[in-house]
């Protein structure tokens, strides 16, 4: 099993920037992709970004447009989430998701998810 610790949610104003981290700990050996994906109010849960520990294979979803950055610290077994020009429908909690499956986009094959952070992007 894998721990995930996500931080650096918060509150910001449309077309600023947060960067959102998560911190693994415990058998990460054994998940080879960490994922971020976000739930707004009365949505389901979607796919954000994703990146393999093994090769550093990434994939986005098509509504970051270049926004996003996902990157890793393999020293700290830490993920990052650079979010920029940051938009009213950004708003939701987002969870960082660890699995086995190389770079995937299904939150099905995720085996271990944070509690999340909550970012709220304002007018």
């Known amino acids: 099993q894998v721990q995930l610790v996500e931080s650096g949610g918060g509150l910001v104003q449309a077309g600023g920037s947060l960067r959102l981290s998560c911190a693994a700990s415990?058998?990460?050996?054994?998940?080879?992709?960490m994922g971020w994906f976000r739930q707004a109010p009365g949505k389901e849960r979607e796919f954000v970004a994703a990146?393999?520990?093994?090769?550093?294979?990434?994939r986005y979803a098509g509504f970051v447009k270049g926004r996003f950055t996902i990157s890793r610290d393999n020293a700290k077994n830490t993920v990052y989430l650079q979010m920029n020009s940051l938009q009213l429908e950004d708003t939701a909690v987002y969870y960082c998701?660890?699995?086995?499956?190389?770079?995937?986009?299904?939150?099905?094959?995720?085996?271990?998810w944070g509690q999340g952070t909550q970012v709220t992007v304002s007018s």
């Open positions: 415990g058998r990460t050996f054994s998940r080879d992709t």
């Open positions: 998701a660890a699995g086995g499956i190389v770079a995937t986009t299904r939150a099905v094959e995720y085996d271990d």
């Open positions: 990146i393999s520990w093994s090769d550093g294979r990434i």
